[in-house]
């Protein structure tokens, strides 16, 4: 139980573009969702979290008219890179946790993002 | 602020050593603790938890961690290495009573050698 899908798993992209990364819970509903960034051999760095129905709470340095994060239902977040440039590839991961006292996060593959 | 200090970047062994991975957390009182693993290009996968009672917690593919609060410390080990546990492993917090965003640790990279 507890899976997480996260689409798409790769993308190279023209700078300039926007992307949209899909994350998903497969078997539970997911109260509260977590984007995170990974740069290579770094820990994951929280970019924001997000709660069905609220807007997305975002971490100091990371810019919400970039990093566009929905949260619309209960097993689906988004996140939409706007305009992306060559600094923005990256790792992207996300997480959900059904909620509750020290639910775990549950993480989706990851999406490497890569702009020309 | 809760902080997590994993203190080996890297560490290599030898398939079938025992192994213990390091982690120590700075908080005013008991978090939830986990361990993750990360193989290369994907995401995190949890190897288990600890939330109260028993110190010494069993998770997934063999792995086992003990709490021990005196060190503040939640280290992982496994008494049998495989090729396959060859990831990056992260130590995480999370602050008790109530959910709050996950502290994770720096990463300890494993290595398995023949």
């Known amino acids: 139980g507890a899976v997480v899908s996260q689409h798409p798993s790769r993308v190279i992209c023209k700078s300039g573009t926007s992307v949209k990364i899909e994350c998903r819970s497969l078997?539970?509903?997911?109260?509260?969702m977590f984007w995170y960034r990974q740069f290579p051999k770094q820990s994951l760095m929280l970019m924001a979290t997000s709660n069905e129905g609220s807007k997305a709470t975002y971490e100091q340095g990371v810019e919400k008219d970039k990093f566009l994060i929905n949260h619309a239902s209960l097993t689906l977040s988004t996140l939409t890179v706007t305009s992306a440039h060559p600094e923005d590839s990256s790792f992207y991961i996300c997480?959900?946790?059904?909620?509750?006292?020290?639910?775990?996060?549950?993480f989706g593959d990851g999406t490497r993002l890569s702009i020309l | 602020a809760q902080s997590v200090t994993q203190p080996d970047i890297h560490i290599t062994v030898s398939e079938g050593a025992s192994l213990e991975l390091r982690c120590n957390y700075s908080y005013g009182a008991t978090p939830y603790l986990f361990w993750y693993v990360q193989s290369p290009g994907q995401g995190l996968q949890l190897l288990l938890k600890y939330f109260s009672g028993d110190t010494l917690v069993q998770g997934i593919k063999g792995f086992e961690a003990e709490f021990k609060r005196s060190q503040s410390s939640f280290n992982l080990r496994k008494p049998s290495v495989h090729w396959s546990d060859a990831a990056e492993y992260f130590c995480?917090?999370?602050?008790?009573?109530?959910?709050?965003?996950?502290?994770f640790g720096t990463g300890t990279k494993l290595q398995v050698i023949p």
């Open positions: 078997d539970f509903q997911a109260t509260t």
């Open positions: 997480s959900a946790t059904a909620g509750g006292l020290g639910q775990p996060q549950h």
């Open positions: 995480a917090v999370v602050p008790s009573g109530g959910y709050q965003k996950v502290t």
